[in-house]
């Protein structure tokens, strides 16, 4: 998909999941997409004025992140021990580099951190307390416990230790979030940012931090960003797996996505992408029931999905 | 290189950096060489008897780690706070499976904890006191920090504030410790310990836990561990990328790997890696000026090496 006047493209993802139409109500799914599209509006508005692709999916993962409705940021979900640990990442595909935060506890808006790491530190990625402080000394907003801890969550963490397992899927809502863009000098960027699993063990670390795992951005090829079954996209190396088929065997961008699905698959896990390639074009494929969404259309209008 | 008469073969190095002969006494060259040949002593000798290359990996390991000479487990060095962070994966290629700990601080032996995230638990990576903890509830071993606080890592510590220098390489010693194997079933594995960098930022990340970055084993493909300028290794996602060449371009592994090296560079970045192939194969290539080592020359006999 591709906007037909536009020299620039941007696709955001909310999550894949076991979504269907009857675990919601009307009033959800339209607070659903008007956020999505809300992400969507911030994100093109950039690009429209001429600002960077890799601003603009940081501004987009931003306002996803201070919804309480997806798994990262306010939303999170909770660890085993009930803390609230949050990782995110940018991909800069000018410079084929990477910055990222993995189990902040504080940080607002983990996105922000993966920046100001990416920017301003010569790492690839922080963890934990050493990455909070990272940020909060340059000033980045950090919340106290009160701002993660919605009883949702909680209600939900509760029902997996009853169950006994490390739920990825909610019935009512689960994720990453995530967006890839394009700009008009045809720089690629992506960024990411994730609440983890409910009732995960403390101290894991997710593709969403990793790059070549949750995510990946490399100008001349592809800006992707994952969401699912995480610890199979380390693994794998999901996303540089798939952005290396089409650079070295010329694969094209759909057949990699569903080849590189079909490898989670092969172990067990699911979930989706959102990229776009070199020329503008953007996909959004998953395995799973659904997979929060928006896109811009062939005119330029944005569009968002969430079910199959 | 290849032993001509055995079914299996093994390397490791034990870091690449700016290692020349005249920083070394004949003593130190003589206990550097000493214990490299006593890992994999250890290694071939679980390889002789049939053990599986994963196996042999990390008993190797293990003992770079307990020698006060390498910077892993034992010998790591300190991030800028005066701590011990330590990371370690392990990658089986027969399931194409990473474990890996990163920023543990009293853990014994890494690689051990990461092989019991990869055996034990549902995910790839753990970081932090989460991490130590889970390895402690399983009965792995933890010292105290004096264990791991030598005189001559905190001088260099001191050394490179002064410099106001995240240094990699220390004229006398430096690196990160690994080895690849392959089996008598033809399962490739690979195994990578490391304490960072002195006077990195505490709770940095480092390519050595991370799948596809610092460290890769794929069956009927290749198994490799890299040391060097761990930052870029992640932003290349280098040691998926040289993997990737041979299974999707054909790409032999000789040239592979000098590829990778050469992608390396052109970000400021250094390092070296060892490989083995599908066939046995070994190679240990490096752009540094020297690179510890370890390997069997075509009669099966352990041979070892520092410089270039």
Redesign the interface.
Known sequence: MKPKNKNYNIVLHGGAGALAPHLYTPQEIKEYKETLEEAMKVGTSLLEKGGSSLQAVIESVVVLENSPLFNAGRGSVFSSDETIEMDASVSCGER???G?V??VTRLKNPVLGAYHVFEN???????????DF?CKKAGLEHQNESYFKTEKRLAQLYQAKEKNI?QLDHSDKMGTVGAVAIDGKGNLASATSTGGMTN??????S?TS????GT?AENGLIAISGTGT??VF????FA??MA??M???D?PMPEAAQRVLEKLRDKNGSGGLVAIDKFGYAIFPFNTRGMFRAWLDEDGVIQTGIFE
Not at 200 to 205: E, H, I, K, L, N
Not at 210 to 213: E, K, S, V
């Open positions: 084929v580099q990477t990222g993995t189990n530190s010569n790492h690839a990625l922080l963890s934990g307390m050493a990455a990272f490390v995960r063990y403390p101290g894991r670390v593709d990793i790059q070549g795992a990946y995480g610890d380390i693994q794998n190396v540089y797996d290396a088929m650079k070295y065997a694969i």
